[in-house]
């Protein structure tokens, strides 16, 4: 079992749609989580990081459940430009700078 | 700044050469990762280093690849002899790390365009 776990998709969703990605981790000594985006041919960067209490930024909210060790991103109006693979990662206790990264999850938005 | 730099961009190589890929961190930076990246494995760690000493080297796949950093700006990832199945696309992403006795949390990796390999 991989340490870090999304489902690939594709999620193909219209324009305006909202959209949810969920994922889990099997490490209960994961300590930080945070949500990277990966364009097509590129690399990966920092979207957004995921604090217990849920936080928001703009369109997107991600939230924690730390008892049923999973992470969700949810995108609101969703735009043509949202359209890439978001890569879940988790930070271990103790892992120095190490981060663990999800397979992802591919999105298309849809004129 | 330019961000974390990577050379070659496109690299194809036959069977059973040697294989070196080149990373300068950004400036500052004193934790430095490889990584590998395919279509069925997804994005592997390969070694990570702070301040230039190789922390966790876990992830390298066998002996025929190697990785250094011989000082703070600069890194590489050799792999000899290549093989079709190290074809992939390798980043290096670097972030700072502050000192243990720091209560500030882990820093965001920033992460370089990559080098994508072809071993035919």
């Known amino acids: 079992r991989k340490e870090v776990e999304q489902d690939p998709g594709p999620f193909n969703v219209p324009e305006g749609a909202t959209v949810a990605f969920n994922c889990t981790y099997s490490?209960?000594?994961?300590?930080?989580f945070f949500w990277y985006r990966q364009d097509c041919r590129k690399e990966p960067k920092l979207l957004m990081s995921v604090y217990s209490s849920g936080n928001e930024d703009g369109r997107f909210t991600a939230q924690l459940n730390r008892a049923s060790q999973y992470i969700s991103l949810l995108i609101r109006d969703s735009k043509l430009s949202d359209s890439a693979t978001y890569l879940c990662v988790v930070k271990r206790e103790n892992a120095g700078n190490m981060l663990t990264f999800g397979g992802g999850t591919r999105l298309m938005v849809k004129p | 700044d330019a961000g974390v730099i990577q050379s070659p961009r496109h690299e194809v190589t036959e069977m059973g050469q040697e294989v070196t890929l080149r990373c300068k961190p950004i400036?500052?930076?004193?934790?430095l990762f490889w990584y590998r990246q395919t279509m069925m494995r997804g994005l592997e760690l390969l070694i990570y280093?702070?301040?230039?000493?190789?922390?966790?080297d876990s992830g390298m796949p066998e002996d025929r690849f190697s990785a250094k950093m011989p000082n703070a700006s600069f890194s590489t990832l050799k792999i000899q002899p290549s093989e079709p199945r190290d074809s992939a696309v390798y980043f290096c992403a670097s972030s700072f790390r502050p000192g243990t006795s720091s209560r500030r949390g882990v820093y965001e990796q920033y992460f370089g365009p990559g080098t994508r390999l072809t071993v035919t």
């Open positions: 490490n209960s000594a994961s300590q930080s």
């Open positions: 400036s500052g930076h004193n934790s």
């Open positions: 280093f702070n301040n230039n000493v190789p922390i966790d």
